[in-house]
């Protein structure tokens, strides 16, 4: 039972243009939502992250947007440059529910996004 | 500097051997985790730590082992029950109060 969803295996973009990579969650006990960067032989960086009592948040180049009702989210990156070029991965956390254990992460599958130059 | 060492980079072990990955971390951070990603997919919570000498399984723990002796260390045993060890592992950790996690470098373990 796959709880968080990435649908969408790869995303490819033109330097400069704008990045959507979309993420669904089914359970409605997920407070926080996180997503990751990952290169290939090595851990995930954290990005951004956006709590369940807010509907964006934006850090620079990167915009995360939360749709309740609708289980959904999403990451904005705009604009797109190649050193974007990486695996994109949604996170959701039961947040302070969990105790203190933020880190207790359920995962998509993750997206490859790659910005042609 | 602060941050999260995994040792070995690369590991291999013969079937039916248990093998020990190291996670040290100087964040000062309640929890840690261990986390497991196989190709094409996402990462997987194999066990996680909220404190000192407590521990809890995650998605994926069998044929796995923790221990938590100290705040900086959580050690994984990958025992010989578990039937496809073969995989990147990552272990993270997050502080009291923090909202996310930070992860490791990862240790590629290869049965032979």
């Known amino acids: 039972d796959q709880q968080v969803k990435q649908n969408s295996p790869s995303l490819s973009v033109q330097e400069g243009r704008i990045s959507i990579l979309n993420c669904d969650y089914t359970?409605?006990?997920?407070?926080?939502f996180l997503w990751y960067k990952k290169y290939p032989a090595e851990g995930p960086t954290f990005l951004i992250s956006?709590?369940?009592?807010?509907d964006k948040n934006e850090d620079g180049r990167f915009t995360v947007f939360l749709n309740k009702s609708a289980k959904h989210l999403s990451l904005h990156i705009v604009p797109s440059q190649p050193g974007d070029s990486a695996v994109y991965f949604c996170?959701?956390?039961?947040?302070?529910?969990?105790?203190?254990?933020?880190?207790?992460?359920?995962f998509g599958q993750g997206t490859i996004l790659t910005v042609h130059p | 500097d602060g941050g999260i060492t995994q040792s070995p980079k690369y590991l291999f072990r013969k079937e039916g051997q248990n093998v020990t990955l190291s996670c040290e971390q100087n964040l000062n951070h309640d929890a840690m985790y261990w986390y497991r990603q196989d190709p094409g997919q996402g990462l997987r919570l194999i066990y996680y730590s909220q404190i000192v000498n407590d521990f809890q399984k995650g998605d994926i723990a069998e044929g796995y082992s923790v221990s938590r002796e100290k705040k900086e260390s959580f050690p994984l045993t990958v025992t010989s029950a578990q039937k496809n060890p073969t995989a990147f592992y990552l272990c993270?950790?997050?502080?009291?109060?923090?909202?996310?996690?930070?992860f490791g470098q990862g240790t590629r373990l290869t049965v032979v």
């Open positions: 956006i709590s369940s009592i807010k």
């Open positions: 993270a950790s997050s502080g009291r109060g923090g909202t996310e996690a930070f």
């Open positions: 996170a959701a956390s039961p947040g302070r529910a969990g105790g203190t254990s933020y880190g207790k992460l359920t």
């Open positions: 359970n409605s006990m997920f407070d926080y």
